[in-house]
């Protein structure tokens, strides 16, 4: 397909071909391909009647858009929701020959909202026997109804080992609730988690449950993903997890402390993929945030989703941690443009000039703890990243960023704390897409995703030393990323 040249489109970043996008949804691997759906509004460039775009790909890094998949019909508009293979054909849509793919959605029915009723979202399904290419909605649906929950929503199904039924994750305003089926169309709800566990800023969305080992040991744990806004610790919209047990009914966690699987502004209702052939955990995330999402300055289209990220978990001093990093393969699309071994006298700077930096990869590993870096241009725009060991704070200032002014959350100073940070050499990532940059060190432990603006491409990139001691931050090298386009 053509290069996408607008102004701030991402190069390596799934944007849609044009128009509003916000969650991603139906992530599911199925004969070869993996397929994103996501809320999409194909009439304007701000949120409306939502339906699912459709995208496939072979390598999670080159798509091909594909027709819409989803419209909105006599229930609702089409929200969030999954995607599951029905292998066993226990819903009777396909065949075992030729299972069904079978959509998950939340219904949302504007008419009964602006009536000002309380039970307008309901969940319905869809299946599809050409691999995504055209869906059939049930003629059942709704297959789960609502008693009057206001924020009833963003169902996540997976098939369950243990209880070998279907379950489904459901928010339900402040909780979670777990519901189970044979086959898909009927349900029964077995559990509740959350109503005084976790952050509550704000409305809980887009719930994702998996099993992980944790680091190379044998044990296993449940993480739980559960979307908040508002109420993220840079505010507005951001990801908590909680790190627990399931026995296939319900999910418990002794978790004290709020986790976020990403500190920065711009990475929300992410899930992850079902039926991957090598049970990798792939996440994606919507690259945005409620709190401004319809005021970026792009003119053709809104948004893109973060790189996809393989999940692990790891226990850093006896805590678990959920560690998210971009998959191997982007490496094939990182081509050498730049590599020098820095080193940088007390309290100095060096200059790197690189007319690739806008859309690159760079890399280092140091044990250094004190040193900031600016991506500026000749617009006198800078994009600050701080490191800062002794105060255990890793701080993104996109406040003279670019364009910050369109809405008046954005120009913000995102904090990090960094405690669990091991000593020694740690790796310091950055991928920068035009308008968007994601912050991973030491290989995910602690991650950063946001959107940036400039006024015109980032073409200096300033290394500054902020301590007395002379430090070296390593090899540095920066890869050119092709465009994916
Ligand atoms: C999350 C969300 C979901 C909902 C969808 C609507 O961003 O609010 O809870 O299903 O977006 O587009």
New binding site residues.
Partial sequence: SAVNTEPYRPQFHFTPPAKWM??PNGLVYNKGVFHLFY?YYPDDIV?GP?HWGHAISKDLIHWEHKPIALYPDKNGYI??GSAVVDTENTSGFGTKENPALVAIF?YHDIDGERAGRTDFQTQGIAYSLDNGETFTVYDGNPVIGNNGIKDF??PKVFWDDQSKNWSMLLVAGDHLQIWQSKNLKSWEKVSEFGKNQGAHGGVW??PDLFKLKVGTTDEEKWVLLI?I?PGAPNGG?GTQYFVGDFDGRTFTSDQKEEKWIDWGTDN??GVTYNNVPNNDRIFIG?MSN?SYARDTPTEKWRSAMTVPRKLTLAKHSNEYQLINYPIEDLGSIASNDFSESISISGNSQMVISNDNLSQSEIKFRTSARKFNLHFQNDDGDDLSLKMNGIEKLFVLDRTKSGKVDFQEDFASVQKMPIALLPEGEIEIRILMDWSSIEVFINQGQYVMTAQVFPNSNYSKLVFKNNSELDISLGQVTLDKIKSVW
């Fill in positions: 916000n969650d809320q949120w939502m929200f969030s939340t929503r963003d969305e887009c979307s806004n919209s929300y209702a919507w409620w």
